[in-house]
Structures are given as C-alpha cells and as structure tokens.
C-alpha cells in the first residue's frame, strides 16, 4: 500500500504561483509513475500532469502546457508540482495519484492510489 498526503495548495491571485507537493509513504512509491489530477466543482476530475517513474518522461494537459511543471524526488519520495502564470480557471482540488507501473498514463483509472486532495483557488 502506498500512502499519499499532498499539501501546498491554498488562495493565489491570478499570474501568482504556487507549488504543491505530494509526499508517499508505506510501501515506497519510487518507480512508480505519479500523475497530478484536478477537480473543479460540477466538473469531471481531469487530467494535469504526470511523471514517470524514471523522472525522465513527463506529460502535461494542453491546459497548463508551459505553464505547469511536474518533478520527483525519488530520494524523498515525494513529486512536485510548480504552477505558474495561475488562471482562475485552474481552480480545483489538486488530487496526487500513483499507479504501479513506471510509465505514464493520462487516465485517471490506470492509477491505484489517490490522496486526499488539496484546494487550489486562484481570484482574478
């Protein structure tokens, strides 16, 4: 089992940033591809980002392409998500997940573990 707490989400006003991190423990996460979802309120959960278990490859959504920037610190077992240039529209909870194998997925259901979620609020 792989535990997942994600933490530095909170209220930013638009082109402000923020970085979240999502830090695993339990049964270690290095190896494991991690991808980064959001959900908006009376909107599907989407993807964001995602990372693979090597940290050589990484995806992003058209969406936050240039915007956004996925890492991993395979030493701390934790991924990052660096957010830039933040528009109200990337308001959502920020979900971490993690999937058992090491290459990158963009579905949310190829992925077996999920944290709790952090809000991200951006005001215009």
């Known amino acids: 089992q792989v535990q997942l707490v994600e933490s530095g989400g909170g209220l930013v006003q638009a082109r402000g940033s923020l970085r979240l991190s999502c830090a695993a423990s339990?049964?270690?996460?290095?190896?494991?591809?991690m991808g980064w979802f959001r959900q908006a309120p009376g909107k599907e959960r989407e993807f964001v980002a995602a990372i693979s278990g090597s940290g050589l490859h990484t995806s992003y959504a058209d969406s936050v392409k240039g915007r956004f920037t996925i890492s991993r610190d395979n030493a701390k077992n934790t991924v990052y998500l660096q957010m830039n240039s933040l528009k109200p529209e990337d308001t959502a909870v920020y979900y971490c997940?993690?999937?058992?194998?090491?290459?990158?997925?963009?579905?949310?259901?190829?992925?077996?573990?999920w944290g709790q979620g952090t809000q991200v609020t951006v005001s215009s």
């Open positions: 997940a993690a999937r058992q194998y090491g290459n990158i997925q963009w579905q949310s259901t190829e992925y077996s573990y």
């Open positions: 339990g049964r270690t996460a290095s190896g494991y591809a």
